[in-house]
């Protein structure tokens, strides 16, 4: 039997109240699908996985804010605190042509046509569209939205993302 891969969707950092709620680094896309109600999760303590239903949960001054089925006290949880927390990378729905985990796009280099323009440094989830912040080779960092009217072509066997550079873009 293969061992179960497993995917970093995010980091408990602190508890909330006493009910067994806890707070949540927000570190994947697709929050709704990762910690949709009833979907497992498992928290990585002592090199094992340790599963958990999730009851509920709700975004809460850029964290979440994460129930458990069954965890209804402080005292049932605390001992997970500062651990990470994880997906079974097969509950994980592929994605379609053209969408990427924001994990594969950073740290990818930026092209206009042949010319390098930096790396990806992180992936900001706008309410319209995403945007990539590029750290330029100058040192210097843009915003620039991920629509296509922007960019022409992501290889993520290559590790670059070719973008259409226009007046005012960097």
């Known amino acids: 039997m293969l061992a179960m891969e497993y995917v970093y969707i995010g980091r408990f950092f602190n508890t909330y109240a006493l009910k067994g709620e806890i707070k949540v680094s927000i570190d994947t896309d697709f929050i709704?699908?990762?910690y949709k109600k009833g979907?497992?999760?498992?928290i990585l303590k002592d090199d094992i996985y340790h599963p958990f239903i999730?009851?509920?949960y709700?975004?809460?001054k850029g964290d979440l804010i994460v129930k458990f089925l069954d965890i209804d006290d402080i005292n049932d949880i605390e001992m997970y605190k500062?651990?990470?927390?994880?997906?079974?990378?097969?509950?994980?729905?592929?994605?379609?042509?053209?969408?990427y985990y924001f994990s594969d796009l950073v740290g990818l280099d930026v092209y206009d046509?042949?010319?390098?323009?930096?790396?990806v440094i992180e992936?900001?989830?706008g309410p319209a569209y995403n945007f990539i912040k590029i750290k330029r080779e100058d040192g210097?960092?843009?915003l620039v939205p991920f629509i296509d009217n922007f960019i022409e072509d992501v290889d993520l066997k290559k590790g670059c993302i070719k973008i259409k550079v226009i007046e005012g873009l960097l």
Do not use: Q
């Open 123 to 125: 992936v900001i989830e």
């Open 82 to 99: 500062g651990h990470d927390i994880y997906k079974a990378k097969e509950d994980i729905k592929p994605l379609k042509k053209g969408e």
């Open 113 to 119: 046509k042949d010319l390098k323009i930096g790396k």
């Open 140 to 142: 210097k960092t843009n």
């Open 32 to 34: 709704k699908e990762r």
């Open 54 to 56: 999730v009851e509920r």
């Open 58 to 60: 709700r975004e809460y």
């Open 39 to 42: 979907s497992k999760v498992y």
